[in-house]
């Protein structure tokens, strides 16, 4: 699973392995260490629950973003490309996007591990 910040946004994307687990058991996570301390990391997970809209938890050095389990699980088995919304933060809003990682048309196969096949593959530009 990737993270991409930028200013009041997060975006995820996933693999197809990713989107299985996320499928079957609720949750991915993933833990980038920051230092040499044991409390110097962040994790972030994507969740599926019980919830009406995507919601954001944040307790420590751990950062969920949680999907509604019917949107989940109906974006698993279609075609979008991602699920979107925003939640309500002291400066205003957080944009959220959950997206399935798409093969990239110009990197090698080692960088397209667990991707999902990009439509415009073969297409001209």
Known sequence: MKLRIKRDSLRLRIGPSEME????SGRIEETVHLGLEDSA?????LEHADAEAITVRHEGT???VILPSST????AGGEDVGIYGSVAVS???LDIAVEKDWACLDKS????ADTFPNPRLGAAC
């Open 21 to 24: 687990q996320l499928v079957e």
């Open 72 to 75: 989940a699980r109906a974006w």
């Open 41 to 45: 990391r962040l994790t972030y997970s």
């Open 62 to 64: 751990a950062l969920a």
């Open 91 to 93: 400066s205003g809003s």
């Open 109 to 112: 196969d080692g960088d397209n």
